[in-house]
């Protein structure tokens, strides 16, 4: 998982989102606006030819780690658009440009209607999530900062750690326990299931893939490559999955003595 800043679409996509909330935003009943808040964005989403969410998708798409890996796992391909705060309860986000990511089936599956945050007045955890999600909330949530980390905001490395030793590769969440920062690392790992067995396996896979290109790298410079050779090589590494590990690799080598070595051949790459 990996700091994605968020791009802009087209003036006329964003006027015609403003444009659909305004209509849901005239709804006073919670309830209504809900149900009606789902049921236009399934509608608007699905229209064939429909320039907004055309626009919508590719810019998102230009947001994710090539090939268009989903923006929390980095696993698989980004196909659906997600709410990061659920429209079922902050139905005043539908159709707002920055509240929406792009990730592949198995995380919206796994976050769906789930969400934390810390309130603004009195600073306490709140589940804002549906008890019930048949029948959703009956009123509107308090206002506060989400516990789940937004890719397309927040810093993942600031929240989470990886454990890169053999057979591990483990998300961790960084801070003192009880911290806000260690809140938010432990809710995102959880609420995403950032530590399922295949994804481990994934992750120490590309690990290995990257020390490989590094080595690769220092071993075609000492050799005298061509620079076209050279940022070859660099390109390849930095379009590969999983970039999320290689930026762990860079954020926190001297932890791992394979890694110190690796890098003092080629400090550079420290800022690739």
Not at 58 to 71: D, F, G, I, V
Request: glycine fraction near 4%; hydrophobic fraction near 35%; charge should be positive.
């Amino acid at each position: 998982m990996i700091h994605l800043p968020r791009r802009q679409i087209t003036v006329a996509s964003r006027q015609q989102l403003a444009s659909w909330q305004g209509e849901l935003d005239l709804i006073d009943d919670f309830r209504k606006r809900v149900k009606k808040a789902k049921s236009k964005y399934k509608y608007h989403r699905s229209v064939p030819g429909d320039t907004t969410f055309a626009d919508v998708k590719s810019t998102l798409a230009e947001m994710c780690h090539k090939p268009r890996r989903c923006m929390y796992c980095e696993d698989s391909l980004a196909y659906q658009i997600e709410h990061f705060r659920p429209h079922s309860i902050f139905p005043e986000e539908t159709f707002v440009w920055e509240n929406l990511l792009y990730s592949c089936g198995s995380c919206n599956q796994a976050k769906l209607a789930k969400f934390k945050i810390i309130t603004h007045v009195s600073h306490r955890i709140v589940n804002v999530a549906p008890r019930d999600p048949r029948k959703g909330r009956s009123s509107r949530p308090p206002t506060g900062t989400a516990l789940l980390i937004n890719p397309s905001v927040d810093d993942p490395l600031t929240y989470i750690e990886l454990v890169m030793a053999p057979t591990v590769f483990t998300y961790l969440p960084v801070g003192r326990r009880g911290s806000r920062t260690f809140i938010r690392g432990a809710e995102t790992i959880k609420t995403l299931n950032l530590n399922e067995d295949f994804l481990r396996d994934a992750r120490e896979g590309a690990y290995d893939t990257f020390k490989t290109y590094l080595k690769d790298y220092v071993r075609e410079r000492l050799d005298g490559g061509s620079q076209s050779d050279l940022d070859g090589i660099r390109r390849r590494l930095l379009q590969k999955q999983y970039i999320g590990v290689w930026r762990q690799m860079q954020r926190h080598y001297r932890t791992y003595p394979d890694l110190v070595a690796l890098f003092a051949q080629e400090p550079a790459a420290l800022t690739w």
